[in-house]
């Protein structure tokens, strides 16, 4: 099962800062958190992750809390194009035989016009 | 170019007959894994490997094969495919201390 809850669907106007949060009270010490994105049934896109700091790139920012149980993910200015379903997945950076990458139902993020 | 490449993207067959569904990655990555994609069930996963032989159950292996000769491909194996196995199917790859995994363009199967 996905260690993560998301919101099934949200909305964002052209433009505004897109918001996306996620849960995931039952995060691990050595566990990061990942966001992906998948754009009409193309292959799932890395966006950005983090452990505990607030990090920023060119595509978006995230925001973890202090417990780091839950984060956000921010698209700065949302365009037509962002229209996607967006994944939080937790995970372990180093991988072992046991580890394994889980992805939730995800939220689909409309960008209206 | 890094890459994944998955071939075909898609492919329409008939139940029984066995089908190989490749997968290839062009930066060294230890880890490979193949996910399928249902409409309302997201992304789950079949298989994964760690590295060359050394492959393990996801959360959907029935009915599926995979193998991992050489480092760069992984390929899924259907030895007799049924209508239930009709999906979007995504091959993924990443280093296994790296922060991201790259996937593939998905390949589109449908059995009748």
């Known amino acids: 099962d996905a260690k993560t809850t998301q919101p099934t669907s949200m909305d964002c106007a052209e433009g505004r800062a897109a918001n996306l949060p996620c849960n995931h009270s039952t995060i691990s010490g050595n566990e990061y958190v990942y966001w992906y994105r998948q754009i009409h049934s193309q292959g799932p896109q890395y966006i950005i992750h983090g452990l505990k700091n607030n990090e920023t790139n060119e595509m978006a920012s995230l925001i973890i809390t202090e417990d780091r149980k839950s984060s956000t993910l921010i698209l700065p200015h949302a365009t037509l194009r962002d229209t996607a379903v967006y994944y939080c997945i937790v995970r372990v950076q180093f991988m072992n035989r046991d580890d394994k990458i889980i992805f939730g139902k995800g939220t689909r993020l409309h960008i209206l016009p | 170019e890094a890459q994944v490449t998955q071939n075909p993207r898609y492919l329409i067959t008939v139940t029984g007959k066995k089908l190989t569904v490749t997968c290839s990655q062009n930066m060294n990555h230890e880890y490979m894994s193949w996910y399928r994609q249902d409409p309302g069930l997201g992304l789950r996963q079949i298989y994964y490997s760690m590295n060359v032989e050394v492959t393990d159950k996801g959360d959907v292996p029935e009915g599926y094969k995979v193998s991992r000769k050489e480092k760069r491909n992984f390929p899924l194996i259907l030895e007799s495919p049924s209508p239930n196995q009709t999906s979007l199917y995504f091959c993924?790859?990443?280093?296994?201390?790296?922060?991201?995994?790259?996937f593939g363009q998905g390949t589109r199967l449908t059995v009748v």
């Open positions: 993924a790859s990443g280093y296994r201390t790296n922060t991201e995994a790259f």
